[in-house]
């Protein structure tokens, strides 16, 4: 499915010539993976590149690291330095490789709720995106006092098109009361505890996302999160349902109820698993869900997508190729 079915989607979706568009916003995620000597210099050319196509904003879907790279203060500020170079505001959620799985011997072994607290107190600060021309951004923690701690959790709204970011990561969505047991990787309680709170805080949001998108008669809605959560065993490709015991069982089945209710387009941009591709994930269910998976540190490009909500197809898609890395698919 990855490759078979994903590329020849990606050969249907991409046009040669777009029709103009209202605007036009860029998605890219998971990365730079690896030595900052080597890796900084190729994605330093691509934010260049970014800038000079003028995009209103972009999504960084998170994984700013690899799983392998220590969870250090400065590997983790760095990553925000690159957010802060981009001319345009950048819109970021965490990927599972900033906080998740910290743990890691090779990562450092760092607490991963500390890091995740560390990366709250210095990416989200204040109700604005990064950039260099940061945008206001409505926040899960001043709407729902509930969910005070959730200030990763965002929305906006340009031309008609309502965008929900939500905090949902890779590696189970760190639900670790189900990951492979191994010696010193036992999830601790405060681990799980974690999980279950951000999971409903995140359903919360999105169900809300959806209710503010409808009141508003919003032509489009944009779900941007980290975790491909179509995979790893998480869909029954059959039934089109999430699988019971997924740590993104919860968030995946009020996606598919809320969006088929909604009615009109609605974009799910994630990466994880670095496959670019553009695909229906819920043609039964949810055949208006349109899929985006970015890009991955292997090949560091972007992606384009132009929105005009004048068209029966919202939405557009086209690669920014990265000059300073190789080719990819």
């Not at 700013?64 to 250090?72: D, E």
């Not at 991963?112 to 990366?119: A, H, M, N, T, W």
């Not at 999971?199 to 503010?212: H, P, Q, V, Y």
């Not at 109820?257 to 990466?271: D, N, S, T, W």
């Amino acid at each position: 499915m990855k490759n078979g079915i994903g590329l020849a989607l990606v050969g249907l979706c991409i046009a040669t010539s777009a029709p103009a568009a209202e605007f036009k916003f860029v998605a890219l995620g998971d990365m730079p993976y690896g030595r900052p000597a080597k890796v900084y210099p190729p994605f330093e050319r691509l934010i260049a590149e970014i800038n000079a196509k003028a995009p209103a904003f972009t999504l960084h879907i998170g994984d700013t690291k690899s799983g392998s790279t220590p969870c250090s203060d400065q590997m983790l500020l760095d990553q925000k330095r690159f957010m802060n170079d981009f001319a345009a505001a950048v819109v970021y959620t965490p990927g599972d490789n900033e906080w998740t799985d910290c743990h890691r011997l090779r990562a450092g072994r760092f607490d991963p709720v500390e890091r995740l607290d560390f990366i709250r107190r210095t990416y989200f600060d204040r109700p604005m995106s990064l950039g260099k021309s940061p945008l206001p951004i409505e926040r899960q923690s001043d709407l729902m006092p509930t969910y005070a701690r959730y200030v990763e959790n965002s929305r906006f709204s340009r031309d008609g098109v309502w965008f929900v970011v939500a905090h949902v990561v890779g590696s189970n969505n760190n639900n670790r009361t189900l990951a492979n047991a191994r010696p010193g990787n036992s999830p601790s309680a405060q681990a799980v505890l974690e999980f279950k709170a951000r999971d409903k805080a995140n359903a919360a949001w999105l169900e809300d996302g959806f209710d503010r998108a409808a009141a508003a008669g919003a032509a489009a809605v944009v779900v941007a999160i980290h975790a491909n959560i179509l995979d790893y065993g998480s869909l029954d490709r059959k039934t089109e349902k999430f699988t019971r015991g997924s740590g993104f069982s919860r968030f995946g089945e009020l996606l598919v109820r809320r969006a088929a209710e909604y009615g009109k387009p609605v974009l799910l941009i994630f990466g994880d698993s670095h496959n670019f591709r553009i695909f229906h994930p819920f043609p039964q269910r949810a055949p208006n869900v349109t899929a985006l998976e970015v890009y991955g540190a292997a090949h560091m490009h972007a992606v384009e997508v132009s929105v005009d909500t004048k068209e029966d197809a919202v939405f557009g898609f086209r690669p920014i190729f990265n000059p300073a890395s190789k080719p990819g698919k």
